[in-house]
């Protein structure tokens, strides 16, 4: 079973769309969390959510904006994309907050702005 | 502030070679540091983190808080280690390095 979901797995479209990305955790997990990953691989926390509050918000664009229905779910949903929004987009989640937890990822959403 | 650096962005060893991926990280507290993996077309996994002082598929990797690194190492290399491989600081929020891809060749 897969542990951290992620849909789509890939997603190309225009700029000046909006689009959403999916994540779903079947791990009992209370905290997850959304990274980006740009061309150089390098990996930035974008969110993170406890028990479908809002923990984390480093300095992202607003119109990246997560929901968290369920402590299971955690969405990524971006206005008027632009093309420095294509990148990797990864999903994790952890037991909790506590420092010593792993993360679990998701197999990524690659993210084309045309 | 919260830093993590890792110098090398490639790193390529022939096959049964020693392997160091370096990792240097800045942080006032008391840090959690940690190594994730990433092979070709799979996902970012945790591959061996410092509070459990565990050898993963032959790595190890020992916190050094003088030195305030946390070097990933093998002994020797295998072509399956080929991969991305990444340094991870958890303090106040978790913070990952650059990231190296290691290739190790036949």
């Known amino acids: 079973d897969t542990a951290v979901s992620q849909t789509p797995k890939y997603l190309v479209t225009q700029m000046g769309n909006d689009k959403s990305i999916k994540c779903e955790q079947n791990?009992?997990?209370?905290?997850m969390y959304w990274y980006k990953q740009d061309s150089k691989k390098f990996l930035k926390i974008m969110f993170s959510?406890?028990?479908?509050?809002?923990?984390i918000n480093e300095t992202v664009p607003n119109r990246f904006s997560p929901k968290s229905p369920d402590k299971a779910h955690l969405n990524l949903h971006i206005n008027s994309l632009e093309l420095g929004d294509s990148a990797v987009y990864f999903c994790?989640?952890?037991?909790?907050?506590?420092?010593?937890?792993?993360?679990?990822f998701g197999p990524g959403t690659r993210l084309t702005v045309t | 502030a919260q830093r993590v650096t890792q110098p090398e962005k490639l790193l390529s060893v022939f096959k049964g070679a020693p392997v160091e991926l370096k990792c240097n990280y800045s942080?006032?507290?008391?840090?959690?540091l940690f190594w994730y993996v990433q092979y070709s077309r799979q996902r970012l996994q945790l591959l061996l983190r410092?509070?459990s002082r565990e050898s993963i598929k032959g790595f190890t990797a020992d916190l050094n808080k003088g030195e305030t690194s946390f070097h990933l190492k093998k002994p020797f290399a295998q072509e399956e280690d080929s991969a991305m491989y990444y340094c991870?600081?958890?303090?106040?929020?978790?913070?990952f390095g650059a990231g190296t891809r290691l290739t190790v060749k036949p």
């Open positions: 994790a989640s952890s037991q909790d907050l506590s420092v010593s937890y792993e993360q679990y």
């Open positions: 791990l009992g997990h209370d905290t």
């Open positions: 959510y406890n028990n479908k509050e809002l923990i």
């Open positions: 942080y006032s507290g008391s840090p959690e």
């Open positions: 410092h509070i």
């Open positions: 991870a600081l958890t303090g106040e929020w978790v913070r």
